[in-house]
């Protein structure tokens, strides 16, 4: 595939343009995958009785703890009020995966792998936080890095 970056100082937002010979799901996937980039919806999540917007990219990771779920930026930790299945249904396709039944990681804010360990590998995010992928999602999380 060719990939090709056009200057125009006419547009007001970027466009991109997919050519193809013909439709296909590769063509489809890249398509829904520009467009879910394009649009990224902020989360809401809360600090004691505060509501705040955090964009995708700010969120380190989305965890459960204490028959709750939270929400770690580079900001401090907040508490979401959905579920870590409705956040994994609602960030498909995009760079957040699944690492245990516990957490969901923004690959974007991995800083180190470690894959010394039999069977499970170990994250290093930004600022330091640590995260185990359980031997469950280890094949899904080679796919998602290219491994």
Request: charged share 30%; proline share 3%.
């Amino acid at each position: 595939m060719k990939v090709e970056i056009q200057i125009d100082p006419n547009l007001d937002e970027p466009v991109a343009v997919l050519r193809v010979p013909g439709l296909t799901e590769e063509a489809e996937a890249l398509a829904a995958r520009l467009r879910e980039e394009a649009v990224p919806q902020p989360f809401t999540v809360y600090r004691d009785r505060e509501a705040v917007r955090v964009s995708r990219s700010m969120v380190l990771r989305f965890y459960a703890e204490d028959k709750g779920v939270l929400c770690q930026t580079g900001r401090g930790v907040f508490a979401a009020r959905q579920r870590l299945y409705e956040l994994e249904e609602a960030l498909a396709g995009t760079r957040f995966v699944r690492v245990s039944n516990s957490e969901i990681v923004n690959l974007d804010r991995v800083t180190g792998l470690d894959l010394t360990l039999a069977g499970t590998i170990k994250m290093t995010l930004e600022g330091g936080t640590v995260c185990w992928v359980s031997r469950r999602y280890v094949k899904k999380i080679k796919q998602a890095l290219g491994l």
